[in-house]
DNA sequence: CGAATTATCGACCAATTCATTCGAAGCCAT
DNA sequence: ATGGCTTCGAATGAATTGGTCGATAATTCG
C-alpha cells in the first residue's frame, strides 16, 4: 500500500460494512481479512485489535453523518416539520430500523421506551444507536433545548445496556473521556488524531 | 406447551428469522433460546441437533414459497413478462440481494455467474440459494425447459462450494436423497414426515 | 393421592473457534 | 547485501459453542 492513512481508511470502509451487517462480536477478524484479501495478522500491523477497528468504524460514520445532520438543519425554516422530514427520511435507509422510527413518530413513545425496543431487538447493531444518539441530539438542536447532561446521561444508559464489547466499556479506560469523544465528533466536529 | 409439533412450528418459526439474518454458522442454540425464552437443553427435547432445525427452517420457507410460486404460475397469461414481474418483486423483497437480481435481469448475467456472485457475497444467507433455486425452478416451467438433470447439476455445484456446514453436506447421509426432498417439496410440494 | 410419563433446566464437557503474537521472510531503495 | 518497511503462516491460550446428562418440575392417569 501506498500510505498507512490511506491503508486504514481501506479497512475502515470495508471492515464497516461487516460490522453494521454482523455487529461487533460476530465478526470475525477473519472475514475482515478475507475481505481485504490480506493475511489476518497484516491487519495488526495497522490495527491494534478488533476493537481498535470497529472504534475507527464508528468515529468514521460519526463523523459523516453529523456532516449531513449539519447541513440539514442549516437549511431549516420551519424546524420541526422539516427535521421531522429529515430524519424520517435518514432513518428509512436503515431498513431494518424504520418500523421503530416509524413507531416513535406516530405513536409518540417516549424516548427511552424507544431505546429498550432497540435495545431488545438489535442490540447487535451498535450503528442503530449511533444514529439514535445522533437524532436525539438533532432533536435538542433544532428545539433549542440544550442539556448536555441529559444528553450524556441517555447515551451511557444506552451504552451500559449493550452486551456487546464496546470500546467504552473497557474497564480500564475513562469512559466520561470516550463520551466526550464522541460526542465532540458528533456535535462539534473534531476528530481526534 | 400443549403439543409438540405445535413448539416445532414455534422454533421454525423463531429460529428461521435469526437464521436469515445470521446464516447458519453464525446462529448459535444460545440466541434460539434466547429468543423461545426457554433453556438451551430444552430445545434438544424437540430437535436432534442444529442442522436438524435449520432443515426444518429450510423445508418450511421452501414449502410456503413454493406455494406462492405455484399460484403464480398458474395466473400467468403472458409467460415472460408476467413471470419476470413477479419473480422481480419476490426478489425486491429480499433486499440484500436485489441488487443482484437485478443485475442478472438488466445486464443478462450467465445463471452460474450470477451463482458464484452470490456466493462470494453472501455465503452464509442459504435462503438466498434457496430462492435462487426456486428462480430457476420458476423458470424452466414458465419457458417449458424442463431439464431435471441440469437443474439437480446446478444445484448441487452451488451446495458444494457452500462453505456453510449445510445438512446436505453431511457425509453420513446421501446427497442424492436429500436433494431429491428439497426438490420434491419445491416443486411438488411434497413433504416428509 | 401417588406413580408414571412428559417437559424443562443448570451444570458440565470436549471440540472448535477466535483474537492476538511472533519470528521469518518478501520487497525495495540505497 | 544491508536495513527498513510490509506481509504472512504457524502457534497459542482463552473463550465460545453444540451437545449431554442427571436432577427436578409439571402433568397425566389409574
Known sequence: MINKEE???KVILSAGQ???RYGFKKTTMDEIAKALKMGKSSIYYYFES???IFEAVVLYEANILRNELTTAIK??????????NYVFVRMKSFEKLSNYYNAIF??????F????TIREKYDREELAILRLIIYHGARKKVFNVVNSEYTAMAIQTTLKGLEVPLFWKRKEVN?????????NVLFFG???K
Open 7 to 9: 491503508f486504514r481508511k
Open 18 to 20: 461487516i460490522f453494521s
Open 50 to 52: 478488533k476493537e481498535d
Open 75 to 84: 437549511a431549516v425554516e420551519s424546524p420541526i416539520d422539516k427535521m421531522r
Open 106 to 111: 406516530d405513536k409518540n413513545l417516549d424516548h
Open 113 to 116: 421506551d424507544f431505546i429498550e
Open 175 to 183: 469512559i466520561e473521556k470516550r463520551l466526550d469523544a464522541i460526542l
Open 190 to 192: 473534531i476528530v481526534r
